[in-house]
C-alpha cells in the first residue's frame, strides 16, 4: 500500500507542477495577442485579463492529458534510471501494479477533463460572448481617445478633441470624420459637436453623429457641397458571419451540440468527449515507454512518446476536417481515433515482451517452413 501511495504522489505533483507552467507559458502567450489588439485599437485595455482568463477553460482541454503524459513518463522514467523500479519489483510491485496506479490517476484526471471540456468551455465562451458583445454598445469601451486619430473599418478616420464624463457614460465632443478615399473619390469630411459608437443585432458597427456639419467634395475637386444635420448616421464595419456560426457554436452545450442536426456541431461535441477518451490512451501509452533501463537515462523514450502524442492529435485533427468536409461519416466519427490507437499502440506496447518474441519466432519459422516447401 505504500508503493502505491508513493507512485500516486509523486505522478500527481509532478503533474500539478507541469499543468502551472504549461498554463503560464500559454496564458502569457494569449496575453500577449490581446494586448497587442488592445494596442491598436481593436480591443478595449479594461477587457484584456478577462478574455485571457475565460480562455483558460480551452487551453486546459488539450493541456491536462498532456500533463499527465509527461508526469509519467518524468516520473517513472527517474524511478527506473535511479534503479527505484528493480528494489519494487524484487518485492514483488510488477508493471501491472503500477499501470492499476497510473489509471486510477487517469480517471480522476478525466473527470476533471469532462468536467472542463463539458461545463467550463461552454461557460467561458458564453461569458466571453457576452462581454465583447458588452464591449462594443458600452460607452465605457469605446475604441477611441482625445487628440488620437483612429482608423474605423475601411472607410473613416475620426479625431475625438475632447473625450469626457465618468466610465459608465462617456461622452465625445467636437468629433471630425474623414472619408478614407477622400483624395481619389471626393469624399467629405464630418464635424459634430457629439456622438457614439453602437453595433446592431446584425453585428453591424454604426457611426452616430449629432449637430454637425458635413463638406462634400466632387469627383474634380472643383465644387463641395456643405450640408447641415441634426443626426448622422453611417456603417463603420460589419463582423463576418462565420466568425459569429463558430462563436455560436463554442457557447452551446455538449447536450445541446449532440442534439443539433448540424454535422460541424456534432463534431464539436465529439471533439469535447474525445478528450476524456484522450486521458486513457495516452496514460497506457506513457507507461510502457517510461519504464527503462538505468544505463539509458530516464529522457530515454522521451521524443518516441511525444511523437506518439503529437501523431494522436493530429489523427483527431484530420478526422475533425475529414467529417466537416463529408469525407467521413459523423459515426463512430472522432471515437474511431482513440479505438485505433488501443488496437495498433496501447496492446502492442503492453503485451509481456516474451509473447511478442514468441510470436516473432512462429512468424520467422512459419515462413522458413514455406521456403522449404516451395
Not at 480591443?43 to 498532456?66: F, G, K, Q, T
Not at 509519467?72 to 534503479?83: H, M, N, V, Y
Not at 478615399?181 to 457629439?194: Q, Y
Not at 466632387?218 to 441634426?230: D, H, I, K, L, W
Request: hydrophobic share 45%.
Amino acid at each position: 500500500m505504500i508503493f502505491y501511495k508513493y507512485l500516486f504522489k509523486e505522478i500527481a505533483k509532478t503533474q500539478v507542477v507541469i499543468l502551472i507552467i504549461l498554463l503560464t507559458i500559454f496564458i502569457c502567450q494569449s496575453l500577449i495577442r490581446l494586448i497587442s489588439r488592445a494596442a491598436v485599437g481593436s480591443l478595449p485595455v479594461e477587457l484584456v485579463s478577462s478574455l485571457a482568463l475565460y480562455a483558460i477553460p480551452e487551453i486546459a482541454l488539450i493541456m491536462i492529458p498532456l500533463t499527465l503524459f509527461l508526469a509519467i513518463l518524468l516520473t517513472l522514467g527517474r524511478i527506473c534510471s535511479d534503479s527505484e523500479m528493480v528494489v519494487l519489483r524484487s518485492v514483488g510491485f510488477s508493471p501491472v501494479n503500477v499501470m492499476a496506479v497510473t489509471l486510477v490517476l487517469a480517471t480522476i484526471t478525466a473527470f476533471i477533463t469532462g468536467w472542463n471540456s463539458v461545463h467550463l468551455i461552454p461557460q467561458a465562451a458564453q461569458a466571453r460572448e457576452e462581454l465583447q458583445q458588452d464591449a462594443q454598445n458600452n460607452p465605457q469601451f469605446l475604441p477611441i481617445e482625445s487628440g488620437r486619430f483612429v482608423t474605423l473599418g475601411d472607410r473613416f478616420t475620426v479625431y475625438i478633441d475632447e473625450v469626457g464624463g465618468d466610465e459608465d457614460e462617456k461622452t465625445v465632443e467636437r468629433i471630425y470624420v474623414m472619408d478614407a478615399p477622400f483624395a481619389s473619390d471626393g469624399g467629405a469630411i464630418t464635424l459634430a459637436k457629439r456622438g457614439y459608437l453602437q453595433t446592431d443585432a446584425e453585428n453591424v458597427r454604426w457611426l452616430y453623429l449629432f449637430d454637425g456639419k458635413r463638406y462634400e467634395a466632387s469627383s474634380n475637386a472643383e465644387n463641395y457641397r456643405r450640408v447641415n444635420f441634426t443626426e448622422f448616421k453611417a456603417p463603420v464595419t460589419r463582423g463576418p458571419v462565420a466568425a459569429q456560426e463558430d462563436s455560436s457554436k463554442d457557447t452551446l452545450s455538449t447536450a445541446q451540440l449532440m442534439q443539433s442536426e448540424r454535422i460541424d456541431y456534432q463534431v464539436e461535441a465529439q471533439w469535447r468527449i474525445s478528450s476524456i477518451f484522450a486521458v486513457f490512451v495516452l496514460s497506457m501509452v506513457a507507461v510502457p515507454l517510461s519504464m527503462v533501463n538505468p544505463r539509458q537515462g530516464r529522457f530515454a523514450k522521451l521524443m518516441p512518446a511525444l511523437l506518439i502524442y503529437a501523431a494522436y492529435y493530429m489523427f483527431l485533427l484530420s478526422a475533425r476536417n475529414l467529417i466537416n468536409h463529408h469525407q467521413l461519416p459523423l459515426y463512430p466519427g472522432l471515437y474511431l481515433v482513440p479505438v485505433f490507437f488501443t488496437l495498433c499502440v496501447v496492446v502492442p506496447l503492453n503485451l509481456p515482451r516474451y509473447y511478442l518474441q514468441n510470436l516473432f519466432k512462429r512468424q520467422d519459422n512459419s515462413t522458413r517452413t514455406r521456403k522449404k516447401q516451395a
